[in-house]
């Protein structure tokens, strides 16, 4: 109705020239200069890297803050960035870190080894810090959150360009920790002068720095002088407005009021997506994440794997791929694509109606069964939950949908009493299998409240190719056990898999350089824009 | 009088009182855990339980509603569990985007509701009264979240007349003003009209024509007053609503308000900015709830006598 009308309003007023209103000006390297202005559907909560742990903040925070380790530009790679280089005993149990030399933060003084020391350090002593309890393979950390010591035995600072970080037990995946921005140096003075302010009062290390920021509204950053790489950043300034809905972003991208328009709204993106002019601009990525059903698999019906393979076969994954534009890839298990230890060769189970019921009827439910589903009260999913319904209806599931807001699905998903059936997904917080196979399914994770291992499949020959895996300082032996574990869990089916989302974003066609990043999204460090002799847009 | 006014804000110390309350009790029903909501989907059991004791969630509901009521009298709103930021500084930041948002819409209904009602009321029957009653029947019906779309693409996008989003100057808050008073200035118009239709039909009037005053005076000095009495009540009700911030419409046009930080606060169970919002909320309501009472008193003598 509302689209209908507007396409009304369009025709009465004409159909206007959609097409690109600037071209490049044809740059063949990087030009520096200029405002990049973007913006996000929600609002920076906080620019204080311990805290911050959403979407939106890591917009703010990314070009704000540098990390010893760095992903490549467009990649999960590994790259040098505040540290020159860095070492791994031969035991997989000490990480030394040699940074660059003369680095500095935005106001000129100096970073060194002891600020990253103070960043984990206040991490383990913030409760409220999501990342904290991440650090446990330190050597002392785990003293440290439990407030028996202030000061973490495990990360020591031979050196001010000097950093030791040792490691109760091998973990390969501890260098990922690394890259993310709560590891990012602080200088203790600074943030206990800032007090309660430092969530807006970031300490820059990296490309940008803070020029102002309206809470709600508009976060503006300008270049760092003092950055690392002089080469970086390109542009001079990067605005973000807050808070805009996708569809307004679009009309403000339409309008040149933005460079770019982030995940659009779906009847913009399938506009878009149908434009030979608009195409070279459009830029996709498929996501560190997955989404799926869980099943609590302690409980009837799906206590038996037959059924939760039998519910695998009857969920056609096509309908879903069309009900999210295509902007999915359909998953086998849950490592997302690009991820070290998938196996890409592992097909997703085809929908096959017949196999379903034959595997129904051998559990003793020929006639199928009525369950509850719970899911997320936003348009995707109860649009998703209804394909579901649909799908199952076809081999006797009769489901009845119950829509409940994300913190409640979070909070009762995780009881033991909770629902034993709805929507589950999990954001990557770095590109290792571990990362989300140890959390959702190692039996560690079962627990009576705030249980992450939710469908409470406990299985002991995966937790000791999990435990395993997590120690195996050999990296193909370890990418092998991680093909072993989906392929257990495959069988297994706890959950009904489901897809991985894949996200769009169109730039206007002078926005160089740019790239979706499958951790960060997005990432304008080496964006450029090519623009005419005086920094003006060059018309089409 | 004197007596009536302090019974009137006895009254209104008492709801606001009520209203906090009730809402304490409803935050503690929703089932979603907020130390989980804070520190997102990969927290473990550990951790969300060091959180609840951090925050004193497992206090039992009675210690923590003492403990928030006490810091609330000294003034004291606590900080957002989300973003760490004092309530107080959040609110205060957000109320005066809202206080413009509102007041413009307001004005809007007045400026327009009123003279419509007037004009339908005095032509009633014929077509200024249709017309009237079949525009204020549109303007009510139409959702904000599609008439302020609509208006956003036409004088927005396409016109390019007005911003697109945001704030800051006259021409961001006439979009949303007008979204926002769209509704209001339709029942303003009907208000006024069946009012001031009742008084044109009573008796005074009838004298004040007979005394052969023109007609403008006796619509406007004679009829119109009185019919005023449930307007005001009606703009006291509308300001209380307005300054509790527009969800809808401060979405559409990314207006900085209360609204949407109401709206967050809710989804992601931030006690203390619920609490916070709902409380000043409440404020405003009852606030001008009193306001328009004794404006009331003051228009109408006949009310003080009433005990």
């Known amino acids: 109705m509302k689209r209908a009308l507007l396409i009304l309003a369009l025709a009465a007023c004409g159909m206007p020239d ?6 490049p000006a044809g740059a063949t390297t990087p030009r520096r200069g200029g405002t990049l202005t973007v913006a996000m559907k929600d609002q920076i909560r906080t620019l204080d890297p311990v805290i911050a742990y959403d979407e939106a903040s890591f917009y703010g925070l990314v070009p704000l803050f540098a990390t010893l380790v760095g992903y490549e530009p467009h990649g999960t790679g590994l790259v040098a960035d505040l540290a020159e280089r860095w070492e791994v005993e031969p035991d997989g149990l000490a990480y030394r870190f040699h940074l660059r030399d003369r680095l500095a933060y935005a106001d000129g003084s100096p970073i060194v080894a002891g600020d990253v020391k103070y960043a984990m350090e206040r991490a383990l002593t913030t409760p409220d810090s999501p990342f904290g309890p991440m650090l446990v393979d330190v050597v002392g950390a785990q003293a440290v959150i439990e407030g028996k010591a202030t000061d973490c035995a495990g990360i020591t600072t031979p050196s001010p360009r000097e950093l030791v970080i040792r490691l109760t037990k091998p973990a390969p995946a501890f260098i990922y920790l690394m890259t993310m ?3 990012t140096p602080q200088r203790a003075a600074h943030v206990a002068a800032a007090g309660d302010a430092v969530r807006r009062a970031p300490l820059a290390s990296g490309p940008f720095q803070l020029e102002s920021w309206d809470e709600g509204t508009k976060l503006v950053l300008r270049r760092n002088p003092n950055y690392w790489d002089p080469a970086l950043p390109y542009v001079d300034e990067l605005v973000m407005y807050e808070n805009i809905p996708r569809d307004t972003q679009f009309l403000m991208f339409e309008r040149g009021e933005l460079d770019s328009a982030e995940r659009l709204a779906s009847p913009d993106y399938v ?92 559990a003793g439910y020929p006639d199928g069964f009525e369950v509850d589903y ?50 589950t997904s999990w954001v990557g917080d770095f590109p290792d299998a571990t990362n989300f196979l140890d959390a959702r399914f190692h ?77 960060w999204v997005r990432d304008y460090t080496h964006t450029w824009l090519d623009l005419g002799e005086h920094g003006e847009r060059v018309p089409r | ?46 951790a969300v339980e060091r959180v609840r004791a951090h925050y004193c969630l497992d206090d039992g509901l009675v210690t923590q509603y003492g403990c928030w009521l006490s810091s609330v009298v000294r003034g004291d709103l606590g900080e957002s569990f989300r973003s760490k930021r004092p309530v107080i500084d959040i609110i205060a930041d957000r109320i005066g985007p809202t206080v413009q948002l509102a007041l413009a819409a307001i004005v809007l209904q007045l400026v327009i509701g009123v003279p419509l009602g007037i004009l339908a009321a005095v032509r009633r029957g014929r077509w200024p009264d249709r017309a009237a009653t079949a525009a204020t029947l549109l303007a009510q019906s139409a959702p904000q979240f599609f008439l302020g779309t609509l208006l956003l693409y036409l004088f927005a996008f396409r016109f390019g007349w007005f911003p697109i989003a945001g704030s800051g100057s006259l021409a961001h808050l006439v979009l949303p003003a007008f979204t926002l008073a769209a509704v209001g200035i339709a029942y303003y118009a009907r208000v006024v009209r069946s009012e001031l239709a009742e008084a044109l039909d009573a008796d005074y009037v009838r004298t004040a024509r007979a005394k052969g005053l023109p007609e403008r005076t006796v619509v406007l000095r004679h009829a119109l007053r009185n019919a005023l009495g449930p307007l005001v009540t009606l703009i006291g009700l509308d300001l209380g609503v307005l300054l509790g911030g527009a969800v809808v419409v401060e979405a559409i046009f990314a207006w900085p308000g209360l609204g949407r930080e109401v709206l967050q606060a809710v989804l992601e169970v931030d006690l203390p900015l619920i609490l916070g919002t709902v409380l000043v909320t409440a404020i405003a309501i009852a606030v001008a709830n009193l306001l328009s009472d004794l404006a009331l008193l003051w228009l109408d003598p006949r009310l003080r006598d009433r005990r």
């Not at chain 1, 560690?444 to 002991?460: G, H």
């Open chain 1, 181 to 183: 921005k709560f590891t």
């Open chain 1, 374 to 423: 719970m899911t997320q009260n936003d348009e995707q999913g109860e649009k998703l939950a209804a394909s579901l319904q649909g799908d199952l209806a076809e081999v006797g599931v009769r489901v009845r949908i119950q829509l409940v807001s994300f913190a409640t699905l979070a909070t009762v998903m995780g009881q033991k009493t909770g629902p034993a059936f709805s929507l």
């Open chain 1, 443 to 519: 039996s560690r994770n079962i627990a009576d409240e705030n249980a992450l291992n939710d469908t409470r499949y406990a299985n002991p020959e995966l937790d000791a190719l999990l435990d395993a895996a997590r120690a195996e300082l050999d990296p193909a032996k370890r990418l092998a056990m991680y093909r072993r574990a989906e392929r257990i869990l495959y069988d297994d089916a706890p959950w009904i898999f489901d897809y991985h989302p894949a996200t769009t974003e169109v730039t206007q066609p002078y926005v160089r350089g740019f790239e979706l990043h499958p951790i």
């Open chain 1, 271 to 362: 506009w878009i997506t149908q434009q030979p002019a608009w195409r070279p601009y459009i830029h996709t990525g498929t996501l560190l994440q997955v989404f799926a059903s869980r099943m609590n698999t302690t409980v009837k019906p799906f206590d038996d794997r037959r059924v939760r393979q039998a519910l695998n076969y009857a969920l056609d994954k096509e309908h879903t791929r069309k009900l999210l534009n295509n902007a999915a890839v359909i998953s086998h298990g849950i490592l997302p694509p690009g991820l070290p230890g998938r196996d890409d060769a592992l097909p997703p189970y085809p929908h096959d109606v017949a196999k379903a019921k034959a595997l129904l009827a051998e």
């Open chain 2, 1 to 46: 009088m004197i007596a009536l006014v302090a019974r009137r804000v006895g009254w209104t110390l008492l709801v606001i009182w009520f209203v906090i309350t009730a809402t304490f009790v409803m935050t503690a029903a929703i089932p979603a855990d907020p130390a989980k909501a804070l520190l997102g989907p990969h927290a473990d059991t550990a």
């Open chain 1, 18 to 23: 959609r097409d690109p209103k600037w071209r």
